[in-house]
């Protein structure tokens, strides 16, 4: 299971960074898929990373904003870097890795191509 951590209370304008924790694995994913959920609207994906190679995606609404990383040390822990947030960025976040069979990159930012989904961590922005 995947479990992120690092959310908290900050002004619009401010940065986070978020990590993402995989319990119970001994090596690392083939993709991990940053996403999060406002109330009231569906999880949608912002972020993802390839193990193999660091090849990234970004939802347009983050890009240069928002930056996806991978501790090489570290095979089972991944990052979202988050900066200039904005009010609209407020959302639960979670982090998820892709399903056996959904290799293709297309599919790294779907929430029904994933797995492993843990308990998220609150994100929110606000004066």
């Known amino acids: 299971q995947l479990q992120a951590y690092g959310g908290g209370l900050v002004q619009p304008g401010s940065s986070l960074r978020l990590s993402c924790v995989a319990s119970?694995?001994?090596?690392?994913?083939?993709?991990i898929g940053w996403f999060r959920q406002a109330p009231g609207k569906e999880r949608e994906g912002v972020a993802s990373?390839?193990?193999?190679?660091?090849?990234?995606?970004y939802a347009n609404s983050v890009k240069g904003r928002f930056t996806v990383s991978r501790d090489f040390a570290k095979k089972t822990v991944y990052f979202l870097q988050m900066n200039n947030l904005k009010p609209e960025d407020a959302a639960v976040y979670y982090c998820?890795?892709?399903?056996?069979?959904?290799?293709?990159?297309?599919?790294?930012?779907?929430?029904?191509?994933?797995?492993?989904w843990g308990k998220g961590t609150q994100v929110t922005v606000s004066s």
């Open positions: 990373i390839r193990s193999s190679d660091g090849d990234r995606s």
């Open positions: 119970g694995f001994s090596t690392g994913h083939y993709a």
């Open positions: 998820a890795t892709v399903l056996p069979g959904y290799e293709n990159p297309s599919y790294y930012l779907r929430p029904d191509t994933m797995e492993s």
